[in-house]
């Protein structure tokens, strides 16, 4: 198993975000986080990737195994390191730096020029619009394109796992769909794929497995095909 995450209960303050929750990503897999808005998605998130602290989280008890070894005191930047990418809710992009400064500030960490160019030619390959506009303000691209280049800055190390929070959030439903192809054409390249997504059709379409959370419990795990096909599951979030 690639990530685990062993019985985590998490705080914000008196507040109980996650009660006692597992789950699990092995190498090369796509997995779903999927449920209502403050189930406890995006703080599952957050506890992976070191981002807790920082929105006044914390870990109360659990554990978060990164091949085999706890991760779950060790700060984001070292987290890169180890081979962990995020691409945060709402893309956060540098506006006034151009394309190429952004994807560039994603490899910032490795010293290798040659490594940070092999990263920019697959970028390239997979995102063609983002060479087309490499000296453009990042700011002054469309809400899809800004995903891809999100998106992109994360692949720039080239990480093991990539982790995404809501990456359909504000996008056409036409962007919501070369998105979510680019993620499944990265997966079979060798990137393993966690998101948390609040689409939960589209997600589960692209993901082989899921997990939907519920008031801070997830309390249904399978496969995509078979979480779309549950009767429970199109009542309550694909709007059947």
């Given amino acids: 198993m690639l990530l685990e995450v062993n019985e985590l209960t998490v705080c914000y303050g008196t507040v109980q975000a996650l009660n006692s929750v597992s789950l699990g990503v092995s190498e090369g897999e796509i ?27 914390e870990i109360i008890s659990g554990d978060v195994l990164f091949s085999g070894q706890s991760i779950k005191n060790i700060p984001p930047h070292d987290l890169v390191k180890k081979g962990i990418s995020l691409v945060p809710e709402g893309r956060r992009v540098f506006s006034s730096m151009t394309v190429m400064e952004n994807l560039e500030m994603g490899g910032y960490i490795r010293k290798n020029k040659k490594s940070n160019l092999e990263s920019l030619d697959r970028i390239f390959e997979l995102f063609h619009i983002l060479k087309e506009r490499r000296k453009q303000k990042a700011g002054t691209l469309s809400s899809g394109e800004q995903q891809m280049l999100s998106i992109g800055r994360a692949l720039m190390l080239q ?10 959030l504000g996008l056409s439903p036409n962007y ?29 379409e692209h993901a082989g497995r899921g997990y939907v959370f519920k008031i ?9 095909k078979n979480l779309l096909e549950s009767e429970q599951i199109r009542k309550s979030f694909l709007g059947e």
């Fill in 216 to 224: 801070g419990e997830i309390f249904l795990e399978d496969t995509g």
């Fill in 176 to 204: 919501m769909e070369i998105v979510f192809d680019k993620l499944q054409e990265i997966n079979r390249s060798g990137t393993t794929i966690l998101l948390v997504e609040q689409n939960a059709r589209m997600a589960l």
């Fill in 31 to 57: 997995v779903a986080l999927i449920g209502p808005n403050g189930a406890g998605k995006s703080t599952a998130l957050k506890a992976i990737c070191g981002l807790l602290k920082s929105s006044g989280g």
């Fill in 159 to 168: 990480p093991r796992l990539l982790l995404l929070d809501e990456p359909s």
